[in-house]
């Protein structure tokens, strides 16, 4: 690993504080710190630098919700953490994709990570059935909701943008939006 | 209450914009009514993952554009294990090792082509001792009659063998000849003669540069054989004799007729005789007797790919084999028939006397 990423990097509870403070920089310090030993982890386990990125994005994904959850505690560290993480969601692509060989070659110590990740995958479903309830329910509708209720616009902005004459028209119809995004929503299995 | 005035009505109770009266009603109406209620609790939960899910991409946004500052090429080179250098070789060069290899081989089998090094016969020569794998089963007789209890069932046990062969008498006082490789590792050898009667036999004698053994007969229940009908013969056949043997490629004695067609056996071997005569496994130390009834050989093996080829072992390394004997380990006298009394016989005759001198060799090991 680099050794100068090495001398910089941050203590895991500057990088606690920081996710908690939304800090950029935190944050941006935290992914090139463990990138370099996922990346080893992945290239020399079947994986390509592509899945390296995609399995390390989870896992920091993991980790920043479970610190902005609260719930986190510093019973190990965040290496360790991270890399378990990386470890058991690279095992679970490798045996979806019939490649893992029942031998995986290791670089760190690491730990038990299941419960976590099943908790993690179960709010990826959910996304992914926003996301394509999002897509099904098409323009205009689909950039409302998303200014509305993601962004926080005020339907003063909303009114604009979409050239409604008058703000009681645009409220009928983000709650036509809305009705449709929950039904399409719910209907999925 | 329309959908979308419920809808408006929740939001604004939950963004707090509610005057203090209208708080007061909502907050009666979903007391009062479970739907509203539920309507409620269902709102805050689809806006919360709608919140998610927009934070979930903005978080992936920027990890995104922190990855794109990472230079993942050069980490690559660094992080990734090196193979060791045959490896690596192999994945450099392997194109042109395989060419490499395949002149190779190409060369030395041209050259041993050429040479007549790969012709068929070296690898084609067996041994004809058979081997048994099925064991023979008992064979239990119960008696009828509905008394099973006062009847003793008698049961006939053949013991198994191992490996099997064929052998004939030297003198009727119990010596045997058979093939060295038929007895090899042997830890008990019984013979049997046609009758189906076995004797326990003790080998005395190998000779394993001839392939040949000589076994003696020990058992209690053995009686003289009589006056052996046949003699070995000292000097060399011709070319072309009608020949045949006699021995046990199965569990009854099989007769086989055919010529002298060599006087080299395999890879040109002077010690053997090349007959062309069908034989099979078992044959093997079973007498090859020419038409006057004098055993010219002792039956070694067949030649695999060419049907009809076998091998047998001249009379005269027979008797040399036996003078070879040490005095010490013969018990009783060992002296040969010099007496033909098969000549001028038919050959149906023939074999009716050679019928008690020729032995199964039944082998046992571990």
């Known amino acids: ?189 | 209450m329309s959908d979308n005035q419920l809808t408006e009505f929740i939001e604004r109770y939950l963004d707090g914009s509610m005057t203090a009266e209208e708080r007061v009603q909502f907050e009666l109406l979903r007391k009062n009514d479970a739907a509203v209620e539920s309507k409620v609790t269902e709102h805050v939960k689809f806006i919360g993952l709608l919140k998610q899910y927009g934070e979930r991409l903005e978080l992936e946004r920027r990890l995104n554009a922190i990855h794109d500052e990472i230079d993942v090429h050069a980490l690559k080179e660094e992080v990734i294990i090196h193979p060791v250098w045959i490896v690596r070789m192999w994945r450099n060069h392997h194109s042109k090792i395989s060419v490499a290899a395949s002149v190779l081989i190409f060369a030395v089998l041209s050259v041993l082509i050429v040479t007549g090094k790969l012709s068929n016969e070296r690898s084609k020569y067996e041994e004809l001792s058979q081997k048994i794998n099925s064991l023979k089963t008992e064979v239990g007789h119960i008696g009828a009659g509905g008394h099973p209890s006062l009847v003793k069932p008698k049961i006939v046990k053949t013991p198994p063998a191992n490996f099997r062969g064929t052998g004939f008498a030297l003198t009727s006082n119990g010596y045997l000849v058979t093939d060295y490789h038929v007895i090899k590792n042997a830890d008990s050898v019984y013979v049997q003669n046609a009758a189906g009667e076995s004797f326990h036999a003790k080998v005395i004698y190998t000779e394993p540069q001839y392939d040949l053994a000589i076994l003696q007969i020990n058992d209690p229940t053995f009686k003289n054989l009589g006056p052996v009908p046949y003699n070995l013969k000292k000097a060399e056949s011709d070319l072309g004799e009608n020949v045949y043997t006699w021995g046990y490629p199965g569990d009854n004695v099989v007769f086989s007729a055919g010529s002298l067609s060599s006087a080299a056996g395999y890879s040109n071997d002077t010690t053997e005789y090349q007959v062309s005569l069908p034989v099979n496994p078992g044959n093997s130390g079973g007498p090859l007797l020419d038409e006057k009834g004098n055993v010219i050989g002792i039956i070694t093996a067949r030649q695999t790919q060419m049907t009809g080829a076998s091998f047998a072992k001249k009379s005269a390394y027979l008797l040399k084999t036996i003078q070879n004997i040490p005095t010490d380990s013969l018990s009783k006298t060992l002296n040969l028939n010099n007496k033909n009394t098969l000549a001028g016989l038919s050959r149906k005759q023939q074999l009716k006397k050679l019928k008690n001198y020729v032995f199964m060799v039944k082998v046992y090991n571990q």
């Open chain 1, 1 to 189: 690993m680099n050794k100068d990423l090495k001398a910089s990097a941050p203590t895991d509870s500057e990088i606690v504080l920081g996710i908690l403070n939304n800090s950029e920089i935190v944050l941006k310090k935290l992914y090139t710190t463990y990138f370099p030993m996922i990346l080893q982890l992945i290239i020399n386990n079947n994986g390509d630098e592509d899945d390296a990125k995609d399995i390390y994005q989870e896992a920091i994904i993991v980790l920043y919700n479970k610190i902005k959850g609260g719930d986190f505690e510093l019973n190990s560290k965040l290496k360790t953490y991270i890399y378990s993480v990386c470890r058991r969601l690279w095992l679970k692509r490798l045996s979806q994709m019939n490649r893992y060989g029942g031998d995986i070659r290791d670089f760190e110590e690491h730990l038990p990570v299941e419960e976590e990740i099943d908790s993690h995958s179960d709010r990826d479903i959910q996304f992914e059935k926003m996301e394509s309830a999002l897509q099904l329910l098409g323009e205009p509708c689909k950039t409302i909701m998303e200014d509305f209720y993601i962004k926080n616009r005020s339907m003063q902005e909303i009114c604009e943008r979409f050239g409604y004459t008058n703000a009681d028209n645009a409220k009928t119809q983000k709650y036509k939006c809305l009705q449709r995004l929950k039904k399409l929503f719910f209907q999925q299995k």
